[in-house]
Each structure stands twice: as structure tokens, then as C-alpha cells.
């Protein structure tokens, strides 16, 4: 029998990380001691007293039955608090806030809700792929929005045309950023806050990364700036502040016609998160924070002993602010897919390259903070006894 795949599965785009893959799998057959600075899933554990959350709430049947699609009224409450706690918004738990089955799932999911087909939806280039994948499956055309390193990456709104504009009915904004590790500031998200105004356009906020961050800096929420519940959403989770990528529960929260619509898809779709999961991730949000900072000073040692190493071997990098990834160019003469190639047949070392990201991420590489710092030490020996010092 021959199964003709749908139209909207043979849209995607073909997966680029295929090869490297298969290359990393080969290595390690050969026996060679591969480092992955590609993947980015936090190393540590989750905290113990969310695990023991879990245990208590795993013993109560009353938690073994169907949860409510869009999320226990504990739980949206307990992402209110957080988000007053951490960045002073105002959230109502009953309306403004949805459960998601990890942040990735919404992203994908509101696609649903408001592109049919022939639609456009605005995504950064280089970006997360979730954003153009989302959007494809629902039968929209991604309209790619390039940022680049002079600007910050920042989405630049000067320059997305009026046409293209008027046409768009979503934009996905990510900051701090994967995989750039670019932040961004007021004036940037109440200038897209007139956008959207301007044109009408959902603005999707993903800020799942809103709690990594160095040096003292504190990433804002999209929620905070006049306007925000108007013209869009934020999609956040527990995975990267906690260490809790496996556990898979997310978040939705702002404009309430998009957090009624979303949960209405949702309960066509799953049903619910593990309500002891649920309670789990609430005791994270409404538990001590020392945890955060303490987690965040790993990853920042481990970014200056990356960055300062990579700077020795001739790159010229700034320390990102937040986010765990370091973006860097490719040296002279590689694209970014053979330089991964070279990288980790030279020095057994997995990076990602940024094609991965969009074409805009031609040109550079991705190294994540999410390993020891011994082997990030371990992959910086390795790169300056096989590769050496690097030109551009
Ligand atoms: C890790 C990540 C997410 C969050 O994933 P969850 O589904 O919440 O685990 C969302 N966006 C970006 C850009 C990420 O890197």
C-alpha cells in the first residue's frame, strides 16, 4: 500500500540536522569521545522541592483522572503570581492564562486559531523553527523577517514593508533569543506594540528564556509595556528556569480572546497536563528563586570560559546577556554546515549550524552552555590543537 502524505506535511522544511546527525552517530561508533555543545536541554536537575511536589501530588488519585485542557485554576494562579512577582503584571488566572503541554505545543497550536490557509505570518530569520512549522502545518506562508548582528537582531519594523504588513496576521517575537542570545529592550516592544496596533497583527511572545541571564541583567516580559494584553500573547514554561524540559508544561498568558481560543483548540486536541505535574511546576513559580541566580552563575562561568576561549582562537565575541547559547561566525571559506563538519570530524565536537535557524543563520554556528565546564574547556583544548586559530 502507498500512503500519499498531506500537502501540509510535504510543506515542511526538510530536516537539516539529518546529516550531522548521522555524522555524530558514526563518530561515536568509531569510539571517538564526542562533546555536544548542540543541544540546548539544561544539564542540572530539577530542583528537589519540585520533585517532591510530584511524588505527594502522584499519590493522590483525585490527580489520576482527566485533567481540564486548559490548566487547574492552582496552577494559572500560581503563573499570575510569578508573573507579578517577577516582572509586576497584572494577570487574571481565570481569563489571561492557559496550560500548555510545554511552551513548543501553544507556539505550534495558535497557529491554528488564527492562520488559514493563503494566510502570512511574520518569523525572525534566524529563528526558532517552531514559529514557520506552526504556521505551515495550518496551510500559512511563513513571510521571513531577516535579523542580523548589526542590528542586534532585532526585528527592524522600519523595514517590513507596508504590503507585507497589511497582509500579516501574526508575528512571533523571541527575546532573549535562541539562537542569537540577543535581549531586547522598552523601546523595542512598545515600538512592536504600534505595529501591531498599526496593522492589526497578533504579536506571539516567546520569552522561555525570560530567567536565564547574566551579569545582574533581568530580561522583561512582552506583558509589561501599556498595550501588550491588546495585541498579543506570551508563550513561556518552566523548562529552561527550572530545569524542567522533560516534564513538559508551558504556559500561555495575555490578550484573553487568544487564551480563550487556544484553549479551545486544546480541548479538541489533548486533554491536559498531569494535574501532579502541574502542581509540581506551581511549587517551582511560587517556591524560592535563590535557584535561578545560583543555576544562572553556572551558565555564566561556563559562557566566559566559552566565549573568552573562542575569543583566544581569533573570534571577536561579546558575552550574550542571556539565553544559554553562543552565536558566532563561521571562519573564512566555510559555510556553516561544513564548518560543523569539520569541527566534529577534527575535534569530535558537535556544534549547530545556523542554517538550521533560517538562511539568515548562514554564516554562523550555535554552542550551547548545557555541559560541565570541564568539557567546554575539554572542546576548546580540542578546537585549538585540530582547528587552531580561526580568520574571518
Ligand atoms: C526551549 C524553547 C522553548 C520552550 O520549550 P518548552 O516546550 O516549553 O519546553 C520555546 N522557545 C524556544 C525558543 C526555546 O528554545
Given amino acids: 500500500m502507498k500512503f500519499t502524505e498531506a500537502q501540509r506535511i510535504r510543506n515542511l522544511p526538510p530536516y537539516l540536522f539529518a546529516r550531522i546527525e548521522n555524522l555524530i552517530a558514526a563518530k561515536k561508533e568509531e569510539g571517538v569521545d564526542v562533546i555536544s555543545l548542540g543541544i540546548g536541554d539544561p544539564d542540572r536537575p530539577t530542583p528537589d522541592h519540585i520533585i517532591e511536589e510530584l511524588i505527594k501530588e502522584a499519590r493522590n488519585p483525585a490527580n489520576h483522572q482527566y485533567p481540564s485542557s486548559v490548566g487547574m485554576l492552582s496552577y494559572r494562579q500560581a503563573v499570575a503570581y510569578w508573573y ?117 497583527i497578533l504579536i506571539c ?90 543555576q544562572n552563575a553556572i551558565y555564566q562561568e561556563r559562557r566566559d570560559i566559552l566565549v573568552d576561549g573562542l575569543n583566544s582562537l581569533g573570534w571577536n565575541l561579546t558575552k550574550p546577556k542571556a539565553s544559554f547559547y553562543v552565536w558566532a561566525p563561521v571562519p573564512k571559506g566555510y559555510t556553516s554546515a561544513s564548518f560543523a563538519e569539520l569541527v566534529l570530524e577534527q575535534a569530535g565536537v558537535v556544534i549547530t549550524p545556523g542554517i538550521g535557524y533560517g538562511q539568515n543563520g548562514e554564516g554562523y554556528f550555535r554552542m550551547a552552555l548545557t555541559i560541565e565546564k570541564q568539557r567546554i574547556r575539554e572542546a576548546l583544548d580540542r578546537l585549538a590543537a585540530n582547528i587552531g586559530r580561526v580568520s574571518f
Fill in 84 to 200: 507579578n512577582q517577577r516582572f509586576g503584571v497584572g494577570l487574571d488566572p481565570r481569563t489571561e492564562v492557559v496550560s500548555l503541554l510545554g511552551s513548543k505545543e501553544g507556539i505550534a497550536h495558535i497557529s491554528w486559531c488564527y492562520l488559514d490557509p493563503g494566510d502570512t505570518v511574520l518569523a525572525p530569520d534566524p529563528g526558532y523553527p517552531v514559529y514557520s512549522g506552526g504556521a505551515i502545518l495550518a496551510g500559512a506562508t511563513p513571510h521571513y523577517i531577516p535579523v542580523c548582528e548589526e542590528n542586534g537582531y532585532l526585528v527592524d519594523f522600519d523595514a517590513i514593508s507596508p504590503d507585507v504588513a497589511r497582509k500579516a496576521k501574526m508575528l512571533f517575537l523571541n527575546y532573549p533569543n535562541n539562537p542569537t542570545g540577543a535581549v531586547a529592550g522598552g523601546d523595542f516592544y512598545r515600538r512592536a506594540i504600534d505595529f501591531a496596533r498599526e496593522y492589526e
Fill in 205 to 294: 511572545h516567546d520569552a522561555a528564556y525570560s530567567d536565564v541571564a547574566y551579569d545582574g541583567y533581568k530580561p522583561h516580559s512582552f506583558l509589561e509595556f501599556p498595550g501588550a494584553k491588546e495585541v498579543g500573547i506570551e508563550f513561556h514554561s518552566v523548562s529552561k528556569t527550572y530545569n524542567m524540559t522533560g516534564w513538559r508544561i508551558g504556559w500561555a498568558a495575555g490578550n484573553p480572546e487568544a487564551v480563550e481560543a487556544l484553549g479551545r483548540l486544546k480541548s479538541n486536541i489533548d486533554s491536559g497536563v498531569f494535574q501532579a505535574v502541574q502542581y509540581a511546576a506551581a511549587a517551582g513559580l511560587t517556591g524560592p528563586q535563590e535557584i535561578v541566580d545560583r
